[in-house]
């Protein structure tokens, strides 16, 4: 099993929809959590982290579910401009930072 | 200058010729991190410096040399590349056995090898 997976994708979805996404780890011992977000042919940045307790950000809703090890993002009422690769990223003490390979988003007019 | 740069943008080479990419980090960060992302691939974590000495080395064949002169920079030096060697190559800091915040990426170098 992979230390990080997700939803496989590409997701196509049209503006306005609420799309999510999801992301697994195997290492329960992780204590840190991220959305990266990575258009294409440029290097990814950090979209938002992800708190156990949930966090919001606008249009953006990350979620985190310790007992079944899986983190989930949301985004509400999409926009072209949403679309881009979304990298999930997850940190142990003592070890680099593990990132999944990535969910392709295509937000269509 | 703040954040992390990382030098050239672009470089095409040939399969014989030797060159540098360089990264720059202005973060007061103390890991840096060179990875490897192929055309529609994932990120490939090549070489960790952790305060100035080399912690991993995933594999990377020979013709990849890591150079970390000081905390705030990073150099890549390739000779004698292949064209599957052509990718996005991404440099990253962060702060040693700090988790709680990312990475911290450069805008990469697009290498082309013919």
């Known amino acids: 099993r992979k230390e990080v997976e997700q939803d496989p994708g590409p997701f196509n979805v049209p503006e306005g929809a609420t799309v999510a996404f999801n992301c697994t780890y195997s290492?329960?011992?992780?204590?840190?959590f991220f959305w990266y977000r990575q258009d294409c042919r440029k290097e990814p940045k950090l979209l938002m982290s992800?708190?156990?307790s949930g966090n919001e950000d606008g249009r953006f809703t990350a979620q985190l579910n310790r007992a079944s090890q899986y983190i989930s993002l949301l985004i509400r009422d999409s926009k072209l401009s949403d679309s881009a690769t979304y990298l999930c990223?997850?940190?142990?003490?003592?070890?680099?930072?593990?990132f999944g390979p990535g969910t392709r988003l295509s937000v269509l007019p | 200058e703040t954040g992390v740069t990382q030098t050239p943008r672009h470089l095409v080479m040939g399969m014989t010729n030797k060159k540098s990419l360089k990264c720059e980090q202005h973060l007061g960060h103390n890991a840096m991190y060179w990875y490897k992302q192929s055309a529609k691939k994932p990120l490939e974590l090549m070489f960790v410096y952790s305060l100035e000495e080399r912690v991993e080395n995933n594999s990377v064949p020979s013709r990849f040399s890591p150079e970390c002169p000081n905390s705030s920079h990073l150099f890549l030096h390739l000779h004698t590349l292949q064209p599957e060697d052509s990718a996005l190559y991404l440099c990253?800091?962060?702060?040693?056995?700090?988790?709680?915040?990312?990475?911290?990426f450069g805008s990469g170098t697009r290498l082309t090898v013919v």
């Open positions: 290492n329960s011992a992780s204590q840190s």
């Open positions: 992800v708190y156990s």
């Open positions: 990253a800091s962060s702060r040693t056995g700090d988790i709680a915040y990312g990475y911290t």
């Open positions: 990223v997850v940190g142990s003490y003592g070890q680099n930072f593990v």
